[in-house]
């Protein structure tokens, strides 16, 4: 493929005026650049001074509180503690995201190889469902969890992550982009039973798929204020979001420390960074692997 | 590669689930015993005070509460009364605890005569800020699974506020707390009595607070706007809405505002209401005194004399630094000493340059109330704190001297007001309590009902297009009929 | 082929139950719930529930019924919405799609790829109510613009009391939060399709616009469907960002009060269940129109362009 890749470079750099592209590009790049930072900068610094700082005005430079930030935050015993919310959001996001994508891929694969009398129905109304927003049916959910005696668990805010029809819908796009039946028909030759053959020749063809839907979904879970906040109400159980949501509207009525809020943020975005990281590698590789196979 | 990202993923998150599992049971709590408490403290604080908590702590209310629940499940909206329980009650938190939580320092000071809680019993506390009435809907819920509740598991006792205790009070949600040995005490304000009774004259809770609300002022811009910052002679110029309207005026001419919130005055009329929100019939009653603020408000606003922020907005506490160009804000107590985080500021506050007086209009302004769950398993217990926190003159003395609070005892308060030597130093050295004991008289709580909150809180905002000229007084209260309807579809809007 | 697979027909179930078990569990049920209170009257009246008592389509009737000053509110909130979701999702497809196209060409050979990929996606990790929080600090009469803008002019502007400055500001908090997830998305498209078509192309002597509107869009048009379809979901569940940047009734007077946020009004304090489910049959109709007419457009262009 690399190869390909030169010969279309030789191709095209005989083509008109890739300086001023390039120029243009960049510039481009640059101006979206400082676009996307500026508030993680503003973040930063803000995570850097007290709360009469912040009050009385925006700043540039970073000031000389942030250790004082941190360890208010750390140790905070009026809130729920925060290492332990990063725990918790932890657990949700990561068991919800990786049954997202799993499931998702799943199903996808499910309607896309088999033929069954059910296949069509089952898509049409998969696309049908996918545009109703999930608030649409949260007085219901909340008045089953409570017949179920379910509230207050993680259950139902990782459980129905196994149905996303979005996530569903674009690993029914991508499989149908870059699985070829045959394959299956190959393993199957050779004595692969069904539900291998998915673990072991379609997942491993599904990769930057799987990697990009397991960053969103996610980053979705790790952000999610709504159900969480409807659901948990031990506080030794909150997530990231309900704390911080709570903090928050604690400074409506009292004195509150917005110095701690910006630090509690930025503690928030510091694991999905780290896996984002991680897996922005394979998304990048993915996308490239994806090409191929093509 | 991807794949041993996913295991290591899936594993981790295995063992955090497990983890989480295991540790509930010791971390669901986030106020344990004294015992356990008062010990942390004290290795921590190797000082006086700590070992005296520690050892004092579980004695005292030890063994009346022997038989009853292990776990003490309180709910509230903030963290105020959880602070002084824990200090004066509980004894659990050094009473020269700052704002921010700060322990363990060697100078912590504990209550020494803090009574304890009894041994082997855990305190829950469940704080659910009350924004857009979320901890009204969470105090129900719980209320509402009581009866099926585990004895752990029930609430034993909630915070109320003034605009919707009448809900708690009037229901049978909440206990008849002379059951369980607590009464009305001569000492006690009235009206914290009356609003916490139901319609039959039963009290199902008790208030640890008096919030007669002031005027508070800065004193230095009162200097240069009246001329004078002696809370009499600022009095004397504000001491109705004509003259206050004049002195308003008088501050923008010299680059000041009267108020930083357009919603500033809304509680000096609508807690004086002579009408209910709601007639028999549930019809929407706009109060004539709600109409009067508007009229008013809309005048601050078109003249530049108020800041156009809400009453717990950013740019309103802002005005609360040194650097503030605000002159007045109004509120109890409480206010002052919770709310006014900024003007506190060791770098950027004013400290001391404030003073209260009256104010042109004599009113209230919230007060939290204590009410016994029915249901509750640690009765005993749920009495003793409501007794402490009104009939201990040392806890509320305690209150008065450190939190400068207004406490619910008149005996106490009396004390204090009388004591030439007591000064409350955020004010300039000013006796706040000698000016509450005053305004307290003029208390009347009265044509409360179980919508207030919502209706209190929604009516400036939602006017605020039509201060600002963006919208008519007819949309205004377009608007706000629609609010009243999906917020209460009881209520018939006109 | 055809008949081989038959006999896995019973595979093709069992890949699929998990989805429909757990989508029949956590939303079937409590959709239909939610649907059959829409024609009740019942709601939380402080401790007391009223209701549930048949009241037809009343809770319809009500939504529909204008205000003292003429407004519709349900009308407007549909208003709000599209008007808040056009506004961010048309830059937040256009920069995506030139983002996408920068990074995927041969020609351009951007360096340090990696960084901006990673930039650009940087902003949808923050969480919503985090970015309205930075974004209202940002904007307010005490923030930094302001304080900028009072140097030059001498006064403040209240941009959150201003209608169009208001809704631009959602707005762009939505472009900015989701531009390069969208981007991402693109760029997966992009790479998929297949590199001898575009040497094929140029061998041709296509121009690079040509390339792109007769080989990269009709290709990418499965994945813009899918772009658009999330994106409109997602823009019909507008929520926490104007309601923390605007306040819950989506100030000023309500012009950037979006239908969830409606939906919320109902649901938060004392729950409606009967208006609240109105509205939401109402929110899943709308939804269904747009997300049909989105989709069908789309399909039919795809279709036209030539592909299969």
Same mark, same amino acid.
């Given at each position: 493929m690399a190869k390909t890749r030169e010969i279309n470079e030789e191709v095209k750099a005989e083509g008109s005026k890739p300086i001023i592209g390039r120029i243009l590009s960049y510039t481009f790049l640059a101006f979206i650049t400082v676009l996307c930072l500026f508030a993680f900068y503003m973040l930063i610094i803000n995570a850097t001074r007290s709360n009469a700082q912040l009050q009385a005005g925006f700043e540039v430079f970073p000031r000389e509180n942030f250790f004082n930030n941190f360890k208010k935050a750390w140790n905070d015993e009026s809130i729920p503690s925060i290492p332990r919310a990063l725990l918790n959001s932890f657990t949700v996001a990561g068991l919800s995201s990786l049954l997202c994508t799993y499931c998702s891929a799943l199903t996808a694969y499910g309607i896309h190889v088999y033929d069954f009398k059910l296949k069509k129905p089952a898509f049409t109304f998969i696309m049908v469902i996918m545009t109703i927003p999930t608030q649409v049916s949260a007085v219901g959910f909340i008045q089953l969890l409570y017949k179920i005696d379910l509230m207050d668990n993680y259950a139902p805010l990782i459980i129905p992550s196994i149905a996303a029809p979005a996530v569903f819908f674009y690993m029914k796009q991508y499989i149908e982009s870059v699985l070829p039946l045959e394959v299956i028909e190959a393993a199957r030759v050779d004595g692969s039973n069904e539900f291998r053959t998915f673990n072991t020749i379609a997942l491993p063809m599904l990769r930057p798929a799987m990697a990009v839907q397991l960053i969103f979904s996610f980053v979705s879970s790790w952000n999610n204020l709504f159900t969480p906040n409807l659901i948990l109400s031990t506080q030794s159980k909150l997530t990231v979001p309900v704390v911080l949501s709570l903090l928050r509207s604690k400074m409506n009525s009292q004195m509150g420390d917005l110095g701690e809020i910006y630090m509690i943020i930025l503690l928030s975005i510091i694991p999905v960074v780290i896996v984002y990281f991680f897996v922005s590698k394979n998304i990048i590789q993915g996308v490239t692997l994806g090409s191929v196979k093509g | 590669m991807k794949k041993r990202i996913l295991t290591a993923l899936l594993a981790s998150a295995m063992i955090l689930s497990a983890a989480s599992c295991g540790e509930k049971a010791a971390e669901d709590t986030t106020t344990t015993a004294p015992a356990a408490g008062g010990d942390a403290a004290a290795t921590d604080a190797p000082a006086a005070g700590g070992d005296a908590a520690a050892t004092d702590a579980p004695a005292a209310g030890g063994d009346a509460a022997a038989e009853e629940g292990k776990v003490l499940n309180i709910h509230a909206w903030n963290e105020e009364f959880k602070g002084f329980f824990e200090k004066y009650y509980a004894g659990t938190k050094p009473v020269n605890a700052g704002a921010d939580g700060e322990e363990g320092t060697a100078d912590d000071v504990y209550y020494d005569k803090a009574p304890g809680i009894p041994e082997g019993v855990e305190v829950v506390w469940t704080i659910t800020p009350s924004d857009g009435g979320a901890y009204q809907t969470k105090v129900d819920e719980m209320l509402k699974a009581q009866e099926t509740a585990a004895a752990d598991d029930k609430v034993d006792f909630f915070l109320a506020e003034a605009d919707y205790i009448l809900k708690y009070a009037g229901s049978d949600k909440t206990l008849d707390v002379s #059951?369980?040995?607590?009464?009305?005490?001569? #000492?006690?304000?009235?009206? #914290? %009595?009356?609003a916490a009774s139901d319609a039959n004259g039963k009290m199902k809770g008790v208030s640890f607070q008096c919030c007669p609300s002031a005027l508070i002022y800065r004193r230095s811009i009162a200097k240069e706007v009246i001329g004078s910052d002696d809370p009499a002679d600022v009095q004397a110029a504000l001491s109705d809405w004509t003259k206050f309207e004049e002195v308003a005026a008088k501050a923008k001419d010299l680059g000041y505002y009267m108020t930083a919130s357009y919603a500033e005055t809304y509680r000096t009329f609508s807690n004086n209401a002579t009408e209910a929100w709601v007639d028999a019939d549930n019809n929407l009653v706009i109060p004539g005194v709600v109409k009067e603020y508007i009229a008013q408000a809309k005048k601050f606003m078109d003249n530049g004399w108020t800041l156009p922020d809400g009453i717990w907005g950013d740019e309103k506490n802002a005005q609360m630094f040194a650097g503030g160009k605000t002159m007045c804000f109004f509120g109890p107590a409480w206010y002052y000493n919770f709310s006014m985080g900024n003007a506190q500021d060791p770098d950027a506050g004013c400290f001391g340059d404030w003073a209260i007086c009256q104010g042109p209009q004599a009113h209230f302004w919230g007060g939290t109330w204590l009410l016994a769950a029915t249901g509750t398993d640690n009765p005993t217990l749920v009495a003793d704190i409501m007794n402490a926190f009104t009939i201990n003159e040392d806890i509320c003395s305690a209150l008065v001297q450190n939190e400068k609070q207004f406490s619910n005892n008149t005996t106490v308060n009396q004390k204090f007001a009388d004591d030439p030597n007591y000064g409350n130093a955020f004010l300039g050295g000013q006796n706040d309590t000698a000016i509450f004991v005053e305004l307290a008289k003029n208390i009347k709580f009265e044509n409360s009902t179980i919508y207030d909150q919502l209706l209190n809180e929604g009516l400036p905002g939602q006017f605020l297009g039509y201060f600002e000229?963006?919208? #008519?007084?007819?949309? %205004?209260? %377009? %608007?706000?009929?629609?609010y009243v309807n999906e917020n209460y579809p009881a209520i018939v809007t006109p | 082929m055809k008949k081989k697979s038959i006999s896995y027909a019973k595979w093709g179930y069992i890949f699929i139950i998990p989805f429909f078990l757990v989508y029949f569990i956590c939303s079937i049920i409590p959709l239909l719930s939610t649907f059959y209170y829409s024609f009740f009257e019942y709601y939380e009246n402080g401790l007391d529930v009223i209701g549930p008592t048949f009241a037809g389509f009343d809770n319809y009737i009500a939504l529909f019924t204008p205000t003292k000053s003429g407004n519709i509110k349900l009308l407007d909130c549909t208003y709000n919405t599209m008007i808040m979701w056009i506004m961010g999702a048309v830059p937040q497809i256009?920069?995506?799609?030139?983002?996408?196209?920068?990074?995927?060409?041969?020609?351009?050979?951007?360096?340090?790829?990696?960084?901006?990929?990673?930039?650009?996606?940087?902003?949808?990790?923050?969480?919503?109510?985090?970015?309205a929080m930075l974004m209202f600090t940002l904007f307010s009469n005490v923030g930094p613009v302001n304080q900028i803008i009072q140097g030059i002019t001498g006064e403040t502007f209240n941009f959150f009391r201003n209608t169009w400055s208001a809704r631009t500001l959602v707005a762009f908090v939505n472009f900015l939060m989701w531009f390069g997830n969208t981007t991402i998305l693109f760029m997966a498209g992009i790479m998929g399709i297949d590199q001898s078509l575009f040497e094929a192309a140029s061998i041709d002597g296509a121009t690079s616009t040509q390339v792109f509107f007769k080989v990269t869009l009709p290709l990418l048009m499965p994945i813009i469907v899918y772009t658009l379809i999330t994106a409109l979901i997602g823009g019909l569940q507008m929520f926490d960002v104007p309601q923390l940047l605007c306040g819950g009734s989506g100030d000023p007077n309500g012009t950037t009060c979006t239908l969830v946020m409606y939906l919320n009004s109902f649901l938060s304090g004392y729950r409606n269940y009967g208006m609240a489910g109105a509205l939401s049959v109402i929110l899943f109709i709308i939804t269904g129109i747009l997300s049909f007419i989105v989709y069908r457009s789309l399909v039919t262009d795809e279709s036209k362009g030539g592909k299969k």
């Open positions: - | #059951t369980i040995g607590v009464t009305q005490a001569d #000492t006690m304000y009235n009206y #914290t %009595a009356q000229g963006t919208a #008519t007084e007819e949309e %205004a209260y %377009a %608007a706000f009929y629609q | 256009v920069v995506a799609m030139v983002l996408a196209l920068i990074f995927t060409s041969t020609r351009l050979k951007i360096k340090g790829q990696r960084f901006f990929k990673t930039v650009i996606y940087m902003p949808n990790l923050i969480m919503a109510s985090a970015f």
